[in-house]
């Protein structure tokens, strides 16, 4: 049985990952052609054709299916942190193909199936890890799955002025902001914790880096200090207990002071996008500096060092689209055409011309999520750089 748990995900993708016969480094790719433009939104629109197909639902919630084939026992729906990119993939379609925009009109709809408006631990709203009644019991919240949508209201806003993403970014932040630690008498005291469940006392990069991100994303655009104020809480704690001496990142900390060094590709992205952001509204370029720094360790880890191919496809779509922030800033086409060689290889060797769909996983099957990156990665080769500024 595949797994279904919107956490034990992970453990399978990497899992299954090294099962892959992809095992040479991304920069070793001669003779590579990159698709123009027009032939990378083709792909990201026949990706979506066959997420919609296998993992839509048909009785009007709009709600995907977590996996393809479906099992018995399966839920009916599947969890916030995948439909989160499902939701996002079609957003990134929007600025790809402007036909877009009633696929995204029904992924938002049916992204507030999740939204809990009478509060989760801390008495504020925000979207449960399952859909609310009449949909489903609802879930327990985490604070990284609520960042990727206030980081994806945040970009709809940047490219249409939709006030309403705004207002919603805004309320996921300040849900944010009630999952800081304020327990001294712990390890390594502060951080957002990664969920409100009572199972988990983590503190992670991904509850603490996107939570930055979210908060100077919202100081530019609204001007207001106390978001930046607390995205640097967010950014000094996570440099101060998860940056690794090579720059990169591990993967959290618990309450006794014990580190997860995993290194995960999304958790060296979402810093590297932080820095640039904080670069771009104090104007010191000491933020670009170490922008640059873990842009560098990223590459030598994941691409040189052929690692990329065992990270899963979901954490290297949101690694990407942060080096292209980056690069929207310094110039160059080194990460951006990683990321070109990275989605050929992944079109080439993962996906089932039949279906459509990108097989990663042991026994053969799909899960929503990884389709919705390799729906992510085309769209946004596929923009023209003057939108990369709009990412995370």
């Given at each position: 049985?595949?797994?279904?748990?919107?956490?034990?995900?992970?453990?399978?993708?990497?899992?299954?990952?090294?099962?892959?016969?992809?095992?040479?480094?991304?920069?070793?790719?001669?003779?590579?052609?990159?698709?123009?433009?027009?032939?990378?939104?083709?792909?990201?629109?026949a990706a979506y054709?066959?997420?919609?197909?296998?993992?839509?639902?048909?009785?009007?919630?709009?709600?995907?299916?977590?996996?393809?084939?479906?099992?018995?026992?399966?839920?009916?729906?599947?969890?916030?942190?995948?439909?989160?990119?499902?939701?996002?993939?079609?957003?990134?379609?929007?600025?790809?193909?402007?036909?877009?925009?009633?696929?995204?009109?029904?992924?938002?709809?049916?992204?507030?199936?999740?939204?809990?408006?009478?509060?989760?631990?801390?008495?504020?709203?925000?979207?449960?890890?399952?859909?609310?009644?009449?949909?489903?019991?609802?879930?327990?919240?985490?604070?990284?799955?609520?960042?990727?949508?206030?980081?994806?209201?945040?970009?709809?806003?940047?490219?249409?002025?939709?006030?309403?993403?705004?207002?919603?970014?805004?309320?996921?932040?300040?849900?944010?902001?009630?999952?800081?630690?304020?327990?001294?008498?712990?390890?390594?005291?502060?951080?957002?914790?990664?969920?409100?469940?009572?199972?988990?006392?983590?503190?992670?990069?991904?509850?603490?880096?996107?939570?930055?991100?979210?908060?100077?994303?919202?100081?530019q655009i609204t001007?207001?200090?106390?978001?930046?104020?607390?995205?640097?809480?967010?950014?000094?704690?996570?440099?101060?207990?998860?940056?690794?001496?090579?720059?990169?990142?591990?993967?959290?900390?618990?309450?006794?002071?014990?580190?997860?060094?995993?290194?995960?590709?999304?958790?060296?992205?979402?810093?590297?996008?932080?820095?640039?952001?904080?670069?771009?509204?104090?104007?010191?370029?000491?933020?670009?500096?170490?922008?640059?720094?873990?842009?560098?360790?990223?590459?030598?880890?994941?691409?040189?060092?052929?690692?990329?191919?065992?990270?899963?496809?979901?954490?290297?779509?949101?690694?990407?689209?942060?080096?292209?922030?980056?690069?929207?800033?310094?110039?160059?086409?080194?990460?951006?055409?990683?990321?070109?060689?990275?989605?050929?290889?992944?079109?080439?060797?993962?996906?089932?011309?039949?279906?459509?769909?990108?097989?990663?996983?042991?026994?053969?099957?799909?899960?929503?999520?990884?389709?919705?990156?390799?729906?992510?990665?085309?769209?946004?080769?596929?923009?023209?750089?003057?939108?990369?500024?709009?990412l995370y």
């Amino acid at each position: 049985m595949r797994l279904r748990s919107h956490r034990l995900v992970f453990a399978g993708a990497v899992l299954s990952a090294t099962l892959m016969v992809l095992t040479a480094p991304a920069s070793a790719a001669p003779g590579h052609h990159e698709p123009g433009r027009s032939a990378q939104t083709a792909r990201a629109l026949a990706a979506y054709s066959a997420l919609d197909r296998y993992f839509g639902t048909a009785d009007g919630s709009g709600l995907y299916r977590e996996q393809y084939p479906v099992e018995a026992g399966d839920n009916p729906y599947s969890y916030e942190w995948p439909y989160s990119q499902v939701h996002i993939a079609a957003l990134d379609l929007t600025v790809a193909n402007p036909r877009g925009e009633r696929a995204y009109a029904a992924r938002a709809k049916a992204q507030e199936r999740y939204w809990n408006a009478t509060g989760g631990t801390t008495g504020l709203p925000g979207y449960d890890s399952y859909p609310v009644a009449p949909y489903g019991a609802g879930g327990d919240m985490f604070y990284d799955d609520n960042e990727w949508v206030g980081l994806a209201k945040i970009q709809r806003y940047l490219q249409t002025g939709d006030a309403a993403a705004l207002k919603r970014a805004k309320e996921i932040f300040t849900l944010v902001e009630s999952g800081w630690d304020t327990d001294t008498s712990h390890a390594a005291p502060g951080g957002v914790f990664w969920t409100q469940a009572t199972w988990s006392n983590d503190r992670n990069t991904v509850s603490n880096m996107p939570g930055a991100q979210l908060g100077i994303r919202l100081y530019q655009i609204t001007g207001k200090r106390h978001y930046l104020d607390s995205a640097l809480r967010f950014y000094h704690w996570t440099n101060t207990y998860l940056q690794s001496p090579s720059g990169l990142y591990w993967d959290h900390l618990d309450l006794d002071g014990t580190l997860e060094k995993t290194i995960w590709s999304y958790n060296q992205g979402v810093p590297v996008g932080v820095n640039v952001l904080l670069y771009q509204v104090t104007h010191d370029r000491t933020y670009l500096r170490r922008a640059q720094r873990i842009a560098d360790a990223a590459y030598t880890y994941y691409v040189t060092q052929g690692r990329l191919h065992r990270q899963p496809i979901f954490f290297n779509s949101i690694y990407f689209k942060n080096l292209l922030l980056l690069e929207s800033v310094t110039g160059g086409r080194k990460n951006r055409q990683a990321m070109a060689r990275y989605a050929d290889q992944v079109w080439a060797t993962n996906r089932d011309p039949a279906t459509g769909l990108v097989h990663f996983n042991a026994d053969g099957g799909t899960e929503a999520i990884q389709q919705a990156a390799l729906v992510q990665i085309y769209a946004v080769l596929a923009w023209p750089p003057a939108r990369w500024p709009t990412l995370y």
